[in-house]
């Protein structure tokens, strides 16, 4: 059985970087054949995918999103981290980080986490 779990702080304050990591257990981001994505929900908004990173470390990141963020990993810890930069009240969301397949969507997610921008 797949899990991901959430971890990071709550509230971060505006033109910060917000960092949050995603640890897996029961597959290995190292060879697992499948896409690390971060995902978030703004308040009474959609999901909104941010990116993901493959078991070779390649990224790729929505294009909205592409200027502020970037996905790195630890194979050792068998982690994920997002670090989305100069964020702001705009960036107050739930986090999901979750495991796509090619093509056929995220088949694993995370709890959650809230992450609220503000000072």
């Known amino acids: 059985q797949v899990q991901l779990q959430e971890s990071g702080p709550g509230l971060v304050k505006p033109s910060q970087t917000l960092s949050l990591t995603c640890s897996v257990s029961?597959?290995?981001?190292?060879?697992?054949?499948?896409?690390w994505s971060w995902i978030r929900q703004p308040p009474e908004k959609g999901l909104e995918w941010i990116g993901y990173?493959?078991?070779?470390?390649?990224?790729y990141y929505s294009p909205s999103l592409k200027s502020r963020t970037s996905i790195s990993r630890d194979t050792s810890k068998n982690q994920f981290t997002l670090h989305l930069l100069s964020v702001t009240p705009e960036d107050t969301a739930v986090y999901y980080c979750?495991?796509?397949?090619?093509?056929?969507?995220?088949?694993?997610w995370g709890q959650g986490t809230q992450v609220t921008v503000s000072s």
């Open positions: 990173i493959d078991r070779s470390g390649s990224t």
């Open positions: 979750a495991r796509r397949i090619n093509g056929a969507g995220d088949d694993y």
């Open positions: 029961g597959g290995s981001i190292a060879t697992d054949d499948y896409y």
